[in-house]
């Protein structure tokens, strides 16, 4: 079992930045992908960024530039930081982890553990 945890969400004026945080915990040892999901009120949810334990990335074209993925593995942290931020970007943020499966930024479905989310609100 792996649990995870978001924080860092918030709210921002448009052209705001904000770092999210996803703190794992419990058997992370074959957590080879990670990845940073958001939904926004009466939509689907949508990758937004995801990372490989090589360090490989890939980005939703909606971010590119503006957001980026990392992660410490010494603190099991995996990270989002979030640049020019538009009302867009209000979402509900959610990290997302699958054991024994590689890969940057996987279909949603694939991924077996997800956290409770954090709030990012973006005001214009």
């Known amino acids: 079992q792996v649990q995870l945890q978001e924080s860092g969400g918030g709210s921002v004026q448009a052209g705001g930045s904000l770092r999210l945080s996803c703190a794992a915990s419990g058997y992370t040892d074959n957590t080879y992908s990670m990845g940073w999901f958001r939904q926004a009120p009466g939509q689907e949810r949508e990758g937004v960024a995801g990372?490989?334990?090589?360090?490989?990335?890939k980005y939703a074209d909606s971010v590119k530039g503006r957001f980026t993925i990392s992660q410490d593995t010494a603190k099991n942290t995996l990270y989002l930081q979030m640049n020019s931020l538009t009302p867009e970007d209000t979402a509900m943020y959610y990290c997302a982890t699958v054991p024994y499966i590689r890969g940057a930024l996987l279909p949603e479905k694939l991924y077996t553990y997800w956290g409770q989310g954090t709030q990012v609100t973006v005001s214009s």
């Open positions: 990372i490989e334990n090589t360090g490989r990335t």
